[in-house]
């Protein structure tokens, strides 16, 4: 079936990568780019890391049912970040621990010694969440798993816990390589997530860790801290000019509600994290201030975000879970629940004097040759502008120029009495995604929601680009300084798009929608 056509016909689908996944009639909310297991339950990514030529997302994984439980760490492979092969589950939990998140490393000189210098492993650092019958019942603690197929086999390592801090709370290990003035060896980030602290360990074999520092609690502390990276990155490109960056997802206490990312830009000399975005340290008693925080995403369902290691030429590419801990278990997928994001390349820009990330999607189109459907320039008279297209799973470039409107935007996913609307407040300078008329949204009492990002116009212009799947709305702002990712579940026939205004004087400069 097309969900991309024009009012002369319906042209046959672009061209992608790969063939997009079959989806069965009755399940119309299964996405086709970004990554679903078959069945069951998923929530965070975990173990992202790039090897030869292929790309492996672990992830937290229920292999019994649609909920929550018996976490372990699912397996699933791609060439291009887009589609995907899943594999058996590859760290099963047993009676004595669940397999909770962590990261996974190629130890290509087997410092572990868990391989041999002729074929290294690949070393996952998971949090072990103890249960009776286990000694350590209540404790969480960090442990290793490994690999000497490539992630095909993994063989936990006979000295687990490597890393016990007698806490109930210490989870999701983040490793890498660091290389600086300090010396050369691998970094912990993990989280006291109660506390609402980034704790830090080194480690020359990564089974023997030595503490080195903690961060916080700094911003926002309104939920346990989870899932933190810490990673450097260039400014506008320049590789004389530097920022880390750490991130903390937080839940709840996120800026729309529920779940979150947010970032600290400062500086890592091999022991301590020093943050120059900090604007409130310790607990926060109120939301005052919320707004000034730098958050990954805007919107509701973009959690447990890291990025993958071993990426070639430095890239540093992201993806989170799509979804909010708020809803999560009620959502209405059936047999599978939960998808992840389209992965993220990330980078740091500056704008009006500051440093900020900068996050561009994987363009599942980005072999198109040609354009489904476009407009130029043209005045957008006050009101709403249906466009001769259907479009469900697409991607959508549009610039603005709102001149002396009040408001302009789109609607997506639009039948019936179903519409996400975006649209963008001139005076206040807030970008807005509305996903109260989205379809189903009864299933859970905060689902109907309006997220909300400043983004202001840069040489009088709005440019957004918009990623739908059968399931999400993700919008990129001014070239990605800006995101808001949501769920929506719509009914399959509403795929109707429109642009609009409110008041006189506003201007489109080009609309590009490319899909299926």
């Known amino acids: 079936m097309n969900s991309l056509a024009t009012a002369a016909g319906a042209p046959s689908a672009p061209a992608a990568r790969a063939a997009a996944p079959a989806r069965a009639a009755a399940d119309p909310f299964r996405p086709e780019f970004h990554f679903t297991a078959e069945r069951n339950w998923l929530n965070d990514p975990n173990g992202l890391v790039y090897l030869n030529g292929t790309y492996h997302l672990f992830y937290q994984h229920n292999p019994f049912g649609p909920d929550w439980g018996n976490m372990s760490w699912g397996h699933a492979t791609s060439r291009d970040l887009l589609h995907w092969e899943e594999h058996p589950v590859a760290i099963p939990c047993d009676e004595r621990e669940a397999i909770f998140s962590g990261s996974a490393v190629f130890d290509e000189h087997n410092t572990s010694g868990l391989g041999t210098a002729g074929n290294p492993p690949l070393v996952a650092i998971y949090t072990s969440a103890y249960s009776e019958p286990s000694p350590l019942a ?3 603690a960090q442990s290793l798993a490994y690999s000497l197929d490539e992630g095909t086999t993994w063989t936990k390592y006979s000295g687990n816990p490597v890393l016990d801090r007698a806490s109930a709370d210490f989870r999701d290990p983040k490793v890498f390589w660091y290389d600086g003035g300090a010396g050369s060896y691998w970094v912990m980030a993990a989280v006291e997530a109660v506390e ?26 309104g939920g346990v801290w989870e899932c933190p990276d810490l990673f450097e990155l260039p400014v506008d490109g320049n590789p004389d000019e530097t920022k880390w960056v750490l991130i903390v997802n937080i839940n709840p206490g996120g800026i729309a509600g529920g779940s979150a990312g947010q970032y ?34 805007w919107g509701r369902d973009y959690y447990a975000a890291v990025s ?3 990426v070639a030429d430095g890239r540093r590419i992201m993806i989170g879970w799509m979804n909010n801990w708020d809803y999560a278990g009620s959502t209405p997928t059936g047999g599978w629940r939960s998808a992840m994001t389209l992965p993220r390349e990330v980078s740091l820009a500056r704008r009006d004097g500051k440093v900020v990330l900068r996050q561009t999607a994987i363009d599942p189109f980005a072999e198109q040759e040609s354009r489904s459907f476009s407009l130029g320039p043209q005045a957008l008279a006050p009101g709403v502008q249906d466009l001769p297209l259907a479009a469900a799973v697409a991607r959508i470039d549009v610039e603005f120029e709102p001149g002396t409107a009040d408001r302009v935007g789109l609607v997506v996913r639009a039948g019936g009495a179903e519409r996400t609307v975006i649209s ?18 009864g299933f859970h009492s905060t689902f109907p929601s309006v997220e909300a990002v400043a983004a202001p116009l840069q040489d009088g212009r709005l440019r957004l680009r918009i990623h739908l799947d059968r399931c999400s709305v993700e919008v990129f702002a001014q070239d990605g300084v800006a995101t808001i990712t949501d769920l929506v579940f719509p009914a399959e026939a509403s795929t109707a798009l429109a642009v609009f205004a409110e008041g006189g ?3 489109l400069v080009a609309l590009d929608v490319v899909g299926r």
Do not use: C
């Open 138 to 140: 209540g404790r969480q």
């Open 424 to 441: 963008y407040d001139v005076v206040e300078g807030i970008l807005r995604l509305d996903r109260r008329e989205s379809g189903q949204a």
């Open 308 to 310: 993958f290691s071993g």
């Open 264 to 297: 600290f830009l400062g500086t890592f000399d091999g022991v301590e994290f020093r943050s120059g975005s900090t604007v409130t340290e310790g607990f926060q008693q109120d939301g005052s201030r919320m707004r000034e925080y730098d958050w990954l995403d």
């Open 196 to 221: 609402r602290r980034v704790v830090l360990y080194k480690s020359a074999d990564l089974k023997s860790w030595e503490y080195l520092s903690t961060f916080g609690p700094a911003n926002a502390t």
């Open 505 to 507: 004087g506003a201007h």
